[in-house]
């Protein structure tokens, strides 16, 4: 049994979810769960109409080639770029002929990194040309390049340990990989760690679940204080090449060149379009992905999918009101606005959207529910969700609307680069969730094409997005938090 601390919070008290009494209320008369439980299971037709427009009938495959139009056209859109400023164009457009409303660019000042020409070559025990990505925001190396001794480290403990050895010498990092959130560190500081210690550059090995000889770019971050030293990422085989040949006592010697530079930040926008709610227009559900992608592939499934998705959900609701006979109105209209928002420069650490948190946060109170699509729109497992107690009983209740096509669990940790300003503020949020090791096989790589994407499943994953996203902006009451 789920119970819940008795607490007043201006006026709303809340109890047992089990119990039949109140959990919440709007100032006019408090509602038990049971009757939440009733609100929410009147949507099971429209979720199933929602669901049989996207996944079998005239809407299946349009996030699919709207997405492959967009990432054929313009290709990959990293921060600072003409492409990236393209595609904002682009989708622009197409979002006001969609008939979406409201429809805008709300500008930022993004980072503009661009990695230029760059060559990894071992000269020792063996001469090998090497696959390498440079790191976002790292700096370059002098025009004639670095030549230096290696230093292999599997954790920074090790680098530690051996500190003296590393003076003067390329530090290279064989971390093994257990999960994304913990190997990535590895990505984000190394250059900082092997600066500490007096190294002339890092290479570290690619954070990825799987690898055909495919680096992994990414951001990494420099500390104020430790000098900047150039950083690139190798293969998941080359690092564990040097590994053994340094465990055999070889001398490995490597000449790095990179052409990498910063650039002033540069102008760039926020996509915002809704669907403007019909009894709490101030009220918002915000779904999102982001439109930004590194300098390789087409970033088709980092985040291309993510955001077409979102942009897919808003679609479906308006178009819902053509197809479905019980409806006497043209549009399926929310009485909360949903707020599509395709962010600029995630990629960078979230600056886009930490500018729209700034200019919006002063409405907090007035958002249910921030959403972002960025973990691969493959078949979804479920929803990702933070929030209160009595929220995640509620979004369970919600899920079940997915049963017809068996997408019903709720996990822990609702989250986003883009959304988690408004999360760590008390905002319930929530993400998608799928194949993570599939997405990490082909994240920040050149393998991140359309050819990852399946229209079938980008279809199922835009039935979630729209059902989730529709039945809280049309409850009666926003989302309770703690």
């Given at each position: 049994?789920?119970?819940?601390?008795?607490?007043?919070?201006?006026?709303?008290?809340?109890?047992?979810?089990?119990?039949?009494?109140?959990?919440?209320?709007?100032?006019?008369?408090?509602?038990?769960?049971?009757?939440?439980?009733?609100?929410?299971?009147?949507?099971?037709?429209?979720?199933?109409?929602?669901?049989?427009?996207?996944?079998?009938?005239?809407?299946?495959?349009?996030?699919?080639?709207?997405?492959?139009?967009?990432?054929?056209?313009?290709?990959?859109?990293?921060?600072?770029?003409?492409?990236?400023?393209?595609?904002?164009?682009?989708?622009?457009?197409?979002?006001?002929?969609?008939?979406?409303?409201?429809?805008?660019?709300?500008?930022?000042?993004?980072?503009?990194?661009?990695?230029?020409?760059?060559?990894?070559?071992?000269?020792?025990?063996?001469?090998?040309?090497?696959?390498?990505?440079?790191?976002?925001?790292?700096?370059?190396?002098?025009?004639?390049?670095?030549?230096?001794?290696?230093?292999?480290?599997?954790?920074?403990?090790?680098?530690?340990?051996?500190?003296?050895?590393?003076?003067?010498?390329?530090?290279?990092?064989?971390?093994?990989?257990?999960?994304?959130?913990?190997?990535?560190?590895?990505?984000?500081?190394?250059?900082?760690?092997?600066?500490?210690?007096?190294?002339?550059?890092?290479?570290?090995?690619?954070?990825?679940?799987?690898?055909?000889?495919?680096?992994?770019?990414?951001?990494?971050?420099?500390?104020?204080?430790?000098?900047?030293?150039?950083?690139?990422?190798?293969?998941?085989?080359?690092?564990?090449?040097?590994?053994?040949?340094?465990?055999?006592?070889?001398?490995?010697?490597?000449?790095?060149?990179?052409?990498?530079?910063?650039?002033?930040?540069?102008?760039?926008?926020?996509?915002?379009?809704?669907?403007?709610?019909?009894?709490?227009?101030?009220?918002?559900?915000?779904?999102?992905?982001?439109?930004?992608?590194?300098?390789?592939?087409?970033?088709?499934?980092?985040?291309?999918?993510?955001?077409?998705?979102?942009?897919?959900?808003?679609?479906?609701?308006?178009?819902?009101?053509?197809?479905?006979?019980?409806?006497?109105?043209?549009?399926?209209?929310?009485?909360?606005?949903?707020?599509?928002?395709?962010?600029?420069?995630?990629?960078?650490?979230?600056?886009?959207?930490?500018?729209?948190?700034?200019?919006?946060?002063?409405?907090?109170?007035?958002?249910?529910?921030?959403m972002e699509s960025d973990l691969g729109t493959f078949l979804p497992s479920g929803l990702q969700f933070t929030g209160s107690e009595k929220a995640r009983a509620i979004m369970e209740e919600i899920m079940?609307?997915?049963?017809?096509?068996?997408?019903?669990?709720?996990?822990?940790?609702?989250?986003?680069?883009?959304?988690?300003?408004?999360?760590?503020?008390?905002?319930?949020?929530?993400?998608?969730?799928?194949?993570?090791?599939?997405?990490?096989?082909?994240?920040?790589?050149?393998?991140?094409?359309?050819?990852?994407?399946?229209?079938?499943?980008?279809?199922?994953?835009?039935?979630?997005?729209?059902?989730?996203?529709?039945?809280?902006?049309?409850?009666?009451?926003?989302?309770?938090?703690?």
């Amino acid at each position: 049994m789920k119970f819940l601390l008795f607490i007043f919070v201006g006026g709303v008290h809340l109890l047992s979810l089990n119990s039949g009494k109140a959990i919440y209320g709007n100032g006019n008369r408090q509602r038990t769960f049971q009757e939440i439980k009733e609100e929410i299971a009147c949507y099971g037709d429209v979720a199933k109409a929602i669901i049989n427009l996207a996944v079998y009938g005239k809407a299946q495959n349009r996030s699919y080639e709207r997405l492959a139009l967009l990432v054929d056209t313009v290709g990959p859109r990293p921060s600072g770029s003409k492409n990236l400023e393209k595609a904002i164009q682009i989708m622009h457009q197409n979002l006001q002929e969609d008939g979406l409303e409201n429809v805008h660019l709300e500008p930022v000042k993004i980072p503009h990194w661009e990695r230029g020409e760059e060559s990894a070559v071992m000269l020792e025990p063996r001469e090998h040309k090497m696959a390498i990505l440079g790191l976002g925001s790292s700096i370059g190396t002098p025009p004639e390049g670095i030549t230096a001794e290696v230093l292999v480290v599997t954790s920074f403990d090790e680098l530690q340990r051996r500190a003296p050895e590393a003076r003067g010498k390329i530090v290279v990092y064989n971390q093994p990989y257990s999960n994304y959130s913990r190997t990535v560190q590895y990505r984000v500081q190394g250059a900082v760690e092997a600066a500490k210690v007096g190294a002339l550059a890092s290479l570290i090995r690619s954070v990825a679940s799987f690898s055909i000889y495919s680096p992994h770019t990414g951001i990494q971050e420099y500390q104020d204080g430790v000098p900047k030293i150039p950083t690139a990422c190798i293969t998941v085989e080359d690092a564990e090449m040097m590994s053994r040949m340094a465990s055999r006592g070889n001398r490995i010697v490597i000449h790095l060149k990179m052409g990498a530079r910063n650039y002033p930040d540069a102008d760039s926008f926020n996509t915002v379009a809704e669907i403007i709610g019909s009894k709490y227009p101030e009220q918002v559900v915000l779904v999102s992905g982001h439109l930004d992608s590194w300098d390789v592939g087409q970033g088709a499934m980092d985040d291309g999918g993510g955001a077409f998705i979102s942009w897919e959900a808003l679609s479906l609701i308006k178009d819902l009101g053509k197809y479905l006979e019980s409806l006497t109105v043209e549009w399926l209209r929310p009485k909360r606005t949903l707020r599509l928002v395709l962010w600029t420069a995630e990629e960078q650490g979230g600056i886009g959207a930490f500018q729209y948190y700034q200019l919006h946060k002063a409405n907090i109170s007035n958002y249910s529910l921030v959403m972002e699509s960025d973990l691969g729109t493959f078949l979804p497992s479920g929803l990702q969700f933070t929030g209160s107690e009595k929220a995640r009983a509620i979004m369970e209740e919600i899920m079940n609307l997915l049963r017809p096509i068996n997408i019903t669990q709720v996990f822990e940790a609702g989250e986003g680069t883009d959304i988690n300003f408004w999360i760590q503020a008390g905002v319930p949020g929530a993400s998608l969730l799928d194949d993570l090791y599939k997405y990490f096989s082909f994240h920040h790589s050149h393998g991140d094409t359309m050819t990852v994407m399946d229209p079938k499943q980008m279809n199922v994953a835009a039935a979630v997005w729209a059902v989730v996203s529709y039945v809280v902006a049309d409850m009666e009451e926003m989302l309770p938090r703690s």
